[in-house]
């Protein structure tokens, strides 16, 4: 199988590694030529163009920052796709993007399948990440040997659009335990308590998190760079109010999260690190939020073994 992989930055250039290390054959491309020769040097051969790796790959993954980069990709692809083709999405993007470009996909005879990932840029590097696959059961199955290079936990979420929804539902999430976790941490320095030991407090209660486990290390050693930045946030929650809204459903933590990140980009820059929003507390307190011996950026630890899929039992029983 060739594969070719759009799309080299944060999350992109880790996933593309994964499959590189375990030995898949890859054309990459990106708009940074250093990426791609990084890449090259590596064993990957230049991709050229979308619309030249489609032609020559048999799948061909996006990784991209927007819903519009990623449909600017596609629309360069698309005339070279057909029967026995596959677009892997795994940019996290509009879950209507996902199905207009699919319907596209669908009409030249060839497959998509979105598969946005989550767990973090350092476990993005290690191949340990969990990956949410929606499409045709047909086209998971068919990539599903890449996703087991890329990520440890795969979820086939069900029909295209449904795992992007889930992304965005996940990422929204996280970003109000980031939120919440900047307030606890600022309260109980306030409060007089030791930092390092509200962490591990909150670590080995009910109140911890993915997030604190994570992300409040790097915010008490001041590192605050988590490899995601501000405009991505907002990206994400966007979505997830958006898709909020037309469903009608009346969210008010949604909207006060979408303030506060917004003003984190004023502060500091629209690209500014997402765990700098600590900062706005710290400006307001004239406290300051750190702590000794926790780690300036993540190591994912977990041994790399080949990935596997999730299914409920439910979902089980059916296929049975």
């Not at 992300?215 to 490899?227: A, H, M, W």
């Not at 809204?245 to 909207?255: A, I, K, N, R, Y």
């Not at 400006?283 to 630890?301: C, N, R």
Request: with cysteine.
């Amino acid at each position: 199988m060739q594969v070719g992989f759009i799309g080299l930055g944060n999350v992109g250039g880790k996933l593309a590694g994964s499959l590189l290390r375990n030995g898949i054959t890859l054309s990459v491309h990106d708009l940074d030529p250093a990426l791609v020769a990084r890449f090259v040097a590596r064993g990957a051969s230049a991709g050229g163009s979308p619309a030249a790796m489609m032609d020559t790959c048999d799948v061909v993954i996006t990784c991209l920052p927007s819903p519009a980069a990623s449909a600017a990709v596609m629309a360069e692809m698309l005339p070279q796709m057909g029967p026995g083709k596959i677009w892997m999405e795994m940019s996290t993007t509009d879950a209507d993007e996902i199905l207009r470009l699919g319907s596209e996909v669908a009409a030249t005879g060839g497959m998509a399948v979105e598969c946005p990932v989550s767990g973090g840029c350092h476990r993005a590097d290690t191949g340990n990440i969990s990956i949410f696959a929606g499409g045709p059961r047909p086209a998971v199955e068919a990539v599903l040997p890449l996703l087991k290079r890329m990520g440890r936990r795969i979820l086939h979420t069900g029909d295209l659009g449904t795992a992007s929804k889930l992304k965005v539902m996940t990422n929204y999430l996280a970003t109000v335990h980031l939120v919440s976790l900047c307030e606890a941490l600022t309260t109980m320095k306030a409060a007089g308590l030791d930092l390092a030991t509200t962490y591990e407090a909150i670590r080995i209660s009910s109140g911890t998190s993915f997030v604190h486990e994570t992300e409040s290390q790097l915010i008490l050693s001041g590192s605050r760079d988590v490899n995601f930045t501000m405009d991505l946030v907002q990206k994400d929650i966007g979505l997830f109010q958006k898709l909020a809204d037309m469903h009608d459903v009346p969210l008010e933590v949604s909207p006060l999260i979408i303030d506060i990140m917004a003003d984190g980009q004023r502060r500091y820059g629209e690209r500014a690190q997402s765990d700098r929003i600590i900062e706005r507390l710290e400006e307001a307190t004239g406290l300051s939020i750190l702590a000794d011996g926790f780690p300036t950026e993540l190591v994912d630890d977990e041994p790399e073994e080949e990935g596997y899929e999730i299914v409920r039992p439910g979902l089980r029983a059916a296929a049975e």
